[in-house]
């Protein structure tokens, strides 16, 4: 892959579960070679289902037409808020490669024990829409890989290309950067609320 060569990745910070909280999205534009190109933030709530929209936001007010593949630090944002990978592709016109990091069993069960009646099935749906998780091992880690716009054995190459140590690097930054934006607003809002 040219060391130049754009992903950008998509990863959240947020604190506790309050309902309808906001859970601050924070992306990061990676070139293959880790350079920091670019950043931009954004936030859904904590609880909803405006995460999907939430990402094209970000993804529309970058405007970068150089970046190559959307990255996102996993499938249940801001409390099982899940994005639509197959609508995140459709918007960007790019290869969409969600990543997380540790086995599971899935979430089902964690929905069905969060949420109850028209909220569990519509998040069940979704999430029960989201492709098949595989995977992949980058240095002998394991990580697993659901992806769209792309096919699988590219996408895991991809995710190797992108990740020197342990998680893929438009996500770690992207995490470091979404965690200092989430501390500045608490501090602004904790100092707002001092003034009051």
């Known amino acids: 892959m040219k060391p130049g060569r754009r992903a950008l990745g998509i990863a959240e910070s947020y604190r506790g579960t309050d309902d ?4 601050t999205l924070g992306g990061a534009v990676v070139r293959a070679n880790r350079v920091v190109d670019d ?3 954004g936030s859904c709530t904590v609880g909803g289902s405006d995460a ?9 007010r970058l405007d970068r037409p150089d970046v190559r593949y959307v990255f996102l630090a996993g499938v249940a944002l801001a409390w099982y808020n899940i994005p639509d990978l197959d609508v995140l592709h459709e918007a960007t016109d ?3 490669v969600a990543v997380t990091f540790e086995d599971s069993e899935g979430l089902s069960e964690a929905i069905e024990d969060a949420f109850e009646g028209a909220e569990r099935e519509r998040r069940l749906d979704s999430y029960l829409a989201l492709p098949e998780r595989r995977r992949v091992t980058v240095d002998g880690r394991d990580l697993f890989v659901r992806s769209v716009g792309i096919e699988a054995a590219e996408a895991d190459s991809i995710v190797a290309a992108y990740t020197p140590e342990r998680r893929p690097e438009p996500l770690r930054v992207a995490k470091r950067a979404a ?6 607003r608490e501090r602004t809002e904790d100092d707002e609320f001092r003034r009051d």
């Not at 309808?20 to 859970?23: I, Q």
């Not at 999907?52 to 529309?60: H, K, P, V, Y």
Request: hydrophobic share 50%; proline share 4%.
């Open 94 to 96: 790019r290869p969409v």
């Open 20 to 23: 309808g909280a906001s859970s």
């Open 52 to 60: 999907t929209d939430a990402i094209i936001d970000c993804w529309r």
């Open 39 to 41: 950043f931009v933030f």
């Open 179 to 184: 965690r200092r934006v989430d501390a500045f």
